[in-house]
């Protein structure tokens, strides 16, 4: 699964160096802008070519919304720039997949996890009535 957080270093137009710093779990990665930040988004690009070229109305509609969901995504963005998620495999991902920044199977490893978790629950919870009520 994708580590969350990021630390982009971006030179402005004005010649001074900005930093996006968040926190991560596993540390911090550091990312230049535009040195490592536009070869993954080519990547991208080149990826969704490949696949629509044919169609420029599909093509444009795909960009724009993968775009947007990297945007509001700092997990997805991550997972792109650390090189975690393959370009090809960003833009096969569904709605739901892009929003969570998760591959389906992780989706389903996560949606299992949390049904064995909560069925731990429900059996810590029997064990307990019985202790009370003796049976």
């Known amino acids: ?14 010649g001074t160096e900005t930093k996006i ?3 991560s779990q596993k540390g911090r990665e550091s990312f230049t ?13 080149k990826a969704s070519h ?4 044919s169609d420029f109305h599909k093509y444009n509609q795909r960009l724009q919304k993968l775009l947007f969901n990297l945007k509001i995504n700092p997990l997805l963005t ?16 569904t709605p739901d997949e ?8 992780e989706i389903v490893k996560e949606t ?12 810590k919870q029997m064990v307990d009535v019985r202790c009370l009520h003796g049976i």
């Open 50 to 53: 490949l696949a629509l070229s």
């Open 1 to 14: 699964m994708c580590s969350s957080g990021n630390n982009i270093q971006s030179n402005n137009s004005f």
């Open 33 to 45: 802008w535009p040195d490592d930040v536009v070869p993954a988004i080519a990547a991208l690009e």
């Open 112 to 123: 299992v996890k949390k049904e064995l978790d909560e069925s731990e629950g429900m059996q």
């Open 98 to 105: 892009l929003k969570k920044g998760l591959t389906s199977e």
């Open 21 to 23: 710093q968040e926190k």
């Open 78 to 93: 991550q997972c792109l720039l650390n090189g975690e998620l393959d370009p090809k495999k960003i833009f096969e991902m």
